[in-house]
């Protein structure tokens, strides 16, 4: 199983609602990622999880909430965002061997989840 | 971080090598190279990385300057299904884990 599940693939929400975005993979990595893209613009880096703890936030805005309960789960929770956060939210892994097996460490993106803020 | 910088689109002729630059000036010494490619809107896919040597897999070929400032991805025989956004990635070690920068990606238009 070589996947990360993204779900929902659409989601249309209005400001004021409380939604979550939802990541999975069963390969065993130990990090995972949230990017955001703008359409027409590369994948931004807004946070990264290794091992289960909260390691990098690209000072993402607090209506962004991440967690990870456990290694193989990712969400982002979502609350009173605003029109310009409608986006592309990508979820990616990587198995995080440690810096002495870094050769061969690469991300697998999930298809991720098109939000519409209304 | 270590910034790199892409021409925003290219042509190709199917059948034709298609050689995608990046620059990556500020690169430090044990920061990796890697290129993606997003076709619509789907998650980007991995194609290949390297550190210094040249690369080749069974999609592409990585070539990366003795000065590691720039690399070329090489597609030996470009096909139509090959048009997609190509992003030349550094991935940046930090806080522990590591950080996966992209560039601003070129356009490639395979045409028959």
């Known amino acids: 199983d070589t996947e990360v599940t993204q779900t929902p693939k659409h989601l249309v929400m209005g400001m004021t609602n409380k939604k979550s975005l939802k990541c999975e993979q069963h390969m065993g990595h130990r990090a995972m990622y949230w990017y955001k893209q703008k359409a027409k613009k590369p994948p931004e880096l807004m946070f990264v999880?290794?091992?289960?703890?909260?390691?990098i936030n690209e000072s993402v805005p607090s209506r962004f909430s991440p967690e990870c309960p456990n290694s193989s789960l990712l969400n982002l929770h979502l609350h009173a965002l605003q029109p310009e956060d409608s986006a592309l939210y990508l979820c990616?892994?990587?198995?995080?061997?440690?810096?002495?097996?870094?050769?061969?460490?690469?991300?697998?993106f999930g298809s991720g989840t098109q939000l519409s803020v209304l | 971080d270590a910034k790199t910088t892409q021409p925003p689109s290219m042509d190709c002729a199917e059948g034709r090598a298609a050689n995608l630059p990046c620059n990556h000036s500020t690169i430090s010494g044990n920061e990796y190279v890697y290129w993606y490619r997003q076709i619509h809107s789907q998650g980007p896919q991995y194609i290949i990385h390297g550190l210094k040597n040249n690369e080749t897999n069974e999609m592409a070929s990585l070539i990366i300057t003795e000065d590691r400032k720039s690399s070329t991805l090489i597609l030996p025989h470009a096909t139509l299904r090959d048009t997609a956004v190509y992003y030349c990635i550094v991935r940046v070690a930090t806080s522990g884990t590591y950080k996966y920068i992209f560039g601003t990606g070129t356009r490639l238009k395979v045409l028959a």
């Open positions: 990616a892994s990587s198995q995080e061997r440690g810096e002495w097996k870094a050769t061969n460490e690469k991300l697998f």
């Open positions: 999880y290794s091992y289960e703890k909260l390691s």
